[in-house]
């Protein structure tokens, strides 16, 4: 007889729990990170008016303000918070795989509903030539060469040209922390993301972000783990099959969506009413880097 | 023992990618990146914890053993890419202050299996009855183990690590692994014997 064996046999026969029953454990965690992060105050300011959002793929892609007073949502209680969400994402985006694009490329986005979408071809520097294409045909996004790009009427190259500042869809020097990507966007005006208006603004330029530009693995990282600092943010489950809401709280009723398909990854926005859903933004295909205007990845 | 920390790649400068000692490295200036540790090894952290003390003390001990972890991370040895042995090893601590705990537990064990060999079952095969029989005695022998002798022999029968890893995970030397373990089987062989003085046990290599 092995008496080690017996003893091995003696083992009570406890199973390997899943995720879900960690999730207590989990929370109480990543509660510590932002605990060890957290440089001793309470609030902190960010900037809106992000540079590298294109304006005329901005006016195509827009984010439906969020105005109204704080109150809670009509969302079901869950055990998930927000900072656990929006840690595993920023973890998750770190298993993306990272690509440099070149200049002369473009990031292809597409987006909007199922039913109707938009779908995007931005240039890399700003000064190729872009397009995005819906149900309703396709729109030139003229590239800005020399400091002129061409006047479009309609959905029409014109002609005549007017004075431009390249709007890459791709900025290589996005910060990849958190502290360095608050600093970047401070760049601009700066809001209170204990005001309404202040956090309504901020989803505005992360949309924004992901909606017109290619955001590195690392810098999305970065931005989900500066936004679970937000004070006040809470969980909505009842989103799309497939998703899960992060509210703003200070805006009512917006929500970032992610995926919890494979990880949490960021998929969109919407915008939700007492009576459902009003305005969704989803990213349908993952974000990617083309060659051409009108090449599908 | 096999762990997600050992399947660890390697870039073109040989440097470990994605291994333990690298996120743990990595998470003194980057909090969030200590819950890729937390995610690989949580749930065999808590199994451990399950099998000492229960599922309920469990729950509560698995977040107290990360949260140790988090805080002690400026001290973790970068030389052992896998931190299960350190998980383990605080873990264990934790237990420690659950000693009575476990003992109960063990002692509750030899009392469910008395009852379950009183009950008896005509077609149980004589074998069977015998080593049914001896899990009471036995988990009452575990139990009365010095607490630094039972760590050791259930970190490596239950949990299967190596004598290295043991060492690592209590912070002692490999020779006092096999010295602890040595006195833990002794002690745990008198018991077996005494329920069946025919017993003999091949010596093991220690």
């Not at chain 1, 209680?77 to 973890?91: E, P, S």
Request: aromatic share 6%; glycine share 8%.
């Amino acid at each position: 007889m092995d008496d080690m064996q017996v003893i091995t046999e003696l083992r009570p026969d406890e199973p390997l729990v899943g995720d879900h029953d960690l999730n207590a454990a989990r929370t109480r965690l990543f509660a510590e990170f932002d605990a060890a992060r957290r440089p001793g105050k309470r609030r902190f300011v960010l900037a809106a008016g992000v540079a590298v959002v294109a304006a005329a793929a901005a006016a195509a892609f827009v984010v439906i303000p969020t105005p109204g007073p704080a109150k809670p949502g009509p969302g079901p209680k869950v055990v998930l918070d927000a900072a656990y969400v929006l840690h595993r994402a920023a973890q998750d985006a770190l298993s993306e795989p990272a690509v440099t694009p070149r200049p002369d490329q473009f990031v292809y986005v597409k987006l909007g509903n199922p039913r109707f979408p938009q779908q995007g071809w931005l240039s890399v520097d700003g000064a190729h030539d872009g397009l995005i294409r819906d149900h309703a045909g396709d729109t030139p996004v003229p590239g800005c060469r020399n400091g002129r790009q061409q006047v479009v009427i309609g959905d029409r190259p014109s002609g005549r040209t007017q004075p431009c500042q390249p709007q890459p869809a791709y900025d290589p020097n996005l910060p990849t922390d958190p502290n360095g990507l608050i600093s970047y966007l401070e760049k601009g005006r700066t809001v209170d993301l204990t005001t309404p208006e202040g956090v309504n603004a901020v989803a505005k330029d992360i949309d924004g972000l992901f909606y017109t530009t290619y955001v590195p693995p690392s810098v999305q990282s970065a931005l989900f783990t500066a936004i679970a600092r937000i004070p006040g943010l809470s969980v909505d489950r009842a989103t799309p099959a497939g998703t899960i809401g992060i509210r703003w709280s200070f805006s009512g009723t917006g929500e970032m969506l992610f995926s919890t398909v494979n990880g949490y990854h960021y998929v969109g926005d919407r915008t939700v009413s007492q009576h459902g859903d009003v305005g969704s933004d989803m990213l349908l295909a993952p974000v990617a880097i083309v060659d051409r205007a009108g090449e599908l990845p | 023992m096999q762990s997600p920390s050992q399947q660890v790649a390697r870039d073109v400068g040989g440097r470990l990618v994605g291994a333990d000692a690298e996120l743990i490295m990595a998470s003194l200036t980057e909090p969030a990146r200590f819950g890729a540790i937390f995610d690989r090894h949580a749930p065999y952290i808590q199994r451990y914890l399950a099998r000492r003390l229960g599922q309920q003390i469990a729950d509560d001990l698995v977040a107290e053993t990360f949260l140790a972890a988090f805080r002690r991370r400026a001290s973790y040895d970068a030389r052992h890419t896998d931190a299960r042995p350190w998980l383990y090893g605080i873990a264990t601590n934790l237990i420690g202050q659950h000693r009575r705990d476990e003992v109960r537990r063990l002692r509750l064990n030899q009392v469910a299996h008395q009852a379950d060999t009183s009950a008896g079952h005509a077609d149980r095969v004589a074998e069977q009855v015998t080593a049914q029989a001896m899990r009471g005695p036995l988990a009452t022998a575990i139990g009365g183990l010095a607490a630094p002798d039972r760590d050791v022999l259930l970190l490596i029968a239950w949990e299967q690590l190596t004598y290295d890893e043991v060492a690592t995970a209590l912070a002692i030397p490999v020779g006092t692994v096999r010295s602890r373990l040595n006195r833990a089987r002794r002690k745990v062989r008198a018991v077996l014997r005494e329920l069946d003085p025919t017993l003999t046990f091949p010596e093991v290599l220690t």
